[in-house]
């Protein structure tokens, strides 16, 4: 178990650029989640993947954030045209099935200037 | 719809004494209910979880948690809470029907004094 990995750590962006956030999660985990975390605040539920197939997207999340998961392994979350209020911690889970834990990368830091 | 709420963004306990972080949740089935903690720059860990069984769960460094059904409650504690304790809490709900979605409240951070 090496855990779930996210990458960038951190990315520095200026407002209307492109972003592209990767996760690799346990292997053995068919489900994977995306949240986004701001100061203070809990994780707050982005999207799901079970296998390759994208179950759930928050109504919260606008068309400019999509993410996949391409053979229903690695998973990447894209943000268009970034704006100062994308500025936030985005983290990725996995999980084995419904009643387990998810299992948190350590996140990837999104700055918009 | 689901939610999840702590009612206090922070507890403050003495080094020794017995700490309870407050969690209370709202959920239209039956809940699996999770506690999770983060640490200054670390990812968040996987604290307990209730399935189902014993109301009693204990999990990670001494923590247990005491799931109360009559009062949607699942309050997180310790016996002896230890400085190295200090961390921010979070209390999270997934609906048993729908399977996947984790909802998380605000979170508590606790803070213990030696």
């Known amino acids: 178990d090496t855990g779930v990995s996210q990458n960038p750590r951190h990315k520095i962006t200026k407002r209307g650029q492109n972003v592209t956030f990767r996760c690799d999660p346990i292997?053995?985990?068919?489900?994977l989640y995306w949240y986004r975390q701001t100061l203070g605040q809990g994780p707050e539920f982005l999207t799901y993947?079970?296998?390759?197939?994208?179950?759930?997207k928050s109504r919260l999340l606008s068309d400019r954030f999509s993410a996949e998961r391409p053979k229903g392994s690695f998973s990447t979350l894209e943000i268009q045209r970034t704006e100062q209020g994308d500025s936030a911690m985005y983290l990725c889970?996995?999980?084995?099935?419904?009643?387990?834990?998810?299992?948190f990368g350590n996140g990837t830091r999104l700055t918009v200037t | 719809a689901q939610s999840v709420a702590q009612p206090e963004d922070q507890v403050n306990v003495a080094e020794g004494n017995p700490l309870t972080v407050k969690c209370t949740y709202s959920?239209?089935?039956?809940?699996?209910l999770f506690w999770y903690v983060q640490y200054p720059n670390r990812g968040l860990q996987f604290l307990l979880k209730?399935?189902?069984?014993?109301?009693l769960v204990k999990g990670s460094y001494g923590f247990e948690a005491e799931f109360n059904k009559s009062q949607t409650s699942f309050h997180l504690k310790k016996p002896s809470a230890l400085v190295s304790d200090s961390a921010l809490y979070f209390c999270?709900?997934?609906?048993?029907?729908?399977?996947?979605?984790?909802?998380f409240g605000a979170g508590t951070r606790l803070f213990v004094k030696a």
């Open positions: 993947f079970q296998n390759e197939a994208q179950l759930e």
């Open positions: 209730y399935i189902t069984g014993d109301n």
């Open positions: 999270a709900v997934r609906d048993r029907r729908g399977g996947f979605k984790t909802i």
């Open positions: 889970a996995s999980s084995l099935d419904a009643s387990s834990p998810l299992h």
């Open positions: 959920v239209s089935g039956n809940p699996y």
């Open positions: 292997s053995e985990h068919n489900r």
